[in-house]
């Protein structure tokens, strides 16, 4: 049998490693078939609380379908807080974006304690485990020109009001993914879909609806799913004067570079299992 070492060698579907202090690298690709991979991380992480940790999530929903979690981790060698992850599950094709995250201490060549016994490997390795797997099955993914995107306001910075215009030439399901800054039940940056032919406002973003992004409370995101009638829309987005794209006055959202809000056309379902199920 291949030793972790060969197998994390071989078959590379993603590969972000040797991060070092605050940093957040994302690396995305698209499966053109189902297969199982092995997924290996290794970051910091004590008290039952990851300080540096990695996550995947969907393409087009932005769905989070795997976390690098403290309860599922082990010693990685070295200091105690030095923490690793390995799990296999089986992937759907499509598209997928995988996330690490480092804090401001204790990382690649940047130690405070003893390092892992795997220094170079600190962040996430992701492997094919499938027998037939060759490179050609894996692609990269721009998920800025995903053909599904119906219309998209990112990196909005401070003080900014934008709009794009959409339209759905059937009734359907739209995935609507944003992030902005809110808290005390108010939002200050937020986005909003209103029907062009009426100005009638069919979908806003208001902080019931949200979930913690990551980082400072106040990062809010909302993923969900609105169905359109057939017609013209327009997207719009608005930020107040402080903490947006670049311009964070608190820490920033796990997702930064979609401050902002995109539209994507539903076209079919996508699911991740663990094949450990049912066994």
């Known amino acids: 049998t291949l030793d972790l070492e060969d197998i994390l060698d071989r078959n590379v579907v993603a590969n972000l490693t040797r991060l070092g202090n605050k940093e957040h690298r994302s690396l995305a690709f698209t499966l053109d078939r189902p297969m199982e991979l092995m997924i290996h991380a290794i970051g910091e992480g004590e008290d039952g609380e990851l300080h540096d940790y990695g996550w995947i999530v969907e393409g087009r929903s932005r769905e989070t379908i795997w976390e690098m979690r403290y309860r599922n981790s082990e010693h990685a060698g070295g200091a105690e807080k030095n923490r690793s992850v ?27 304690e003893a390092p892992p016994f795997e220094p170079e490997r600190w962040g996430i390795t992701i492997v094919s485990i499938d027998p037939g797997f060759t490179p050609d099955h894996v692609a990269a993914y721009d998920p800025d020109d995903d053909p599904a995107i119906l219309a998209s306001i990112r990196h909005v910075r401070n003080r900014t009001s934008q709009s794009r215009r959409f339209a759905m030439d059937r009734d359907g399901e739209v995935v609507v993914y944003a992030l902005g800054e809110g808290s005390r039940g108010d939002m200050y940056d937020y986005g909003w879909i209103e029907n062009a032919a009426d100005r009638s406002v069919v979908w806003q973003m208001e902080y019931w609806m949200t979930d913690d992004a990551g980082g400072a409370d106040k990062n809010r995101v909302y993923r969900g799913q609105l169905h359109l009638s057939a017609g013209t829309y327009v997207l719009h987005y608005h930020s107040d004067g402080s903490h947006a794209f670049q311009s964070w006055n608190a820490s920033p959202p796990h997702d930064p570079e979609s401050w902002g809000v995109t539209v994507f056309r539903v076209e079919r379902p996508r699911h991740i299992e663990d094949p450990s199920r049912g066994r």
């Open 86 to 112: 390995q799990e296999v599950l089986a992937f759907a094709a499509g598209s997928y974006i995988v996330h690490f995250v480092t804090d401001g201490s204790h990382a690649y060549r940047h130690w405070n």
